[in-house]
């Protein structure tokens, strides 16, 4: 029965002074790893025209039903996109997405991309279905129909920038 105490007190005191694993989140966020697949978001070339022509392509790839794409033919004095068509209607039901990238990987034109955001709670089922609303980033910055201009890729960090906040947590 002592021996039991003694070494159920020698376990307490080691990791009494063992440095800590957890973190105060939401304080403090826990870096992700390189490959971490969050939030969608339908990006913009640098002239503010949607890189989504609207081809459903991603709808078709995703296996949990998770997308629907409406397309509409693009006025051609005034574009949303490059492309003959855009998406008129496009939403994620992330209830439904099980985040495994193959919308992003179908996508053509790389417009479609998962970020590394996850914190998603919501107080109802509807406003976690994301509409173009919620899902089209950066502001419009210009008129002019691109050439292929993609803009930065702002998604996954490189590794070494990773293994620097990880290094910071740890000495924290
Ligand atoms: S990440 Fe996967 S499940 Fe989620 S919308 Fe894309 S294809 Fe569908
Ligand atoms: S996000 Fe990409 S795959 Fe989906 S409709 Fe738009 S262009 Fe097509």
């Known amino acids: ?5 003694a070494v159920g007190f020698e376990t307490t005191l080691k990791n009494f ?11 403090q966020k826990k870096p992700r790893a390189q490959g971490f697949r969050g939030l969608h978001e339908l990006r913009r070339y640098a002239n503010g025209l949607e890189m989504c022509v609207g081809c459903e392509l991603c709808q078709v790839a995703c296996p949990a039903n998770a997308i629907t794409v409406q397309a509409a ?4 004095a005034n574009p949303h996109s490059p492309g003959e068509r855009y998406a008129y209607e496009y939403r994620i039901d992330l209830l439904r997405c099980i985040f495994c990238g193959l919308c992003e990987e179908a996508c053509p034109t790389g417009a479609l991309h998962l970020t590394q955001e996850f914190e998603l ?4 089922r509807k406003s976690l279905v994301y509409g173009r609303d919620r899902l089209v980033r ?3 910055s210009g008129g002019s129909v691109p050439v292929n201009v993609y803009p930065d890729f702002r998604g996954h960090r490189p590794l070494a920038d990773i293994q620097a906040s990880e290094q910071e947590v740890a000495g924290a």
Not at 1 to 5: D, G, I, S, V, Y
Not at 17 to 27: C, D, G, L, S, W
Not at 73 to 76: I, L, M, T, V, Y
């Open 17 to 27: 002074f063992a440095p800590k694993v957890t973190i105060p989140y939401p304080e």
């Open 138 to 140: 950066a502001a419009r």
């Open 121 to 124: 709670s919501e107080t109802s």
């Open 1 to 5: 029965m002592l021996r039991e105490l």
């Open 73 to 76: 033919e693009n006025d051609p």
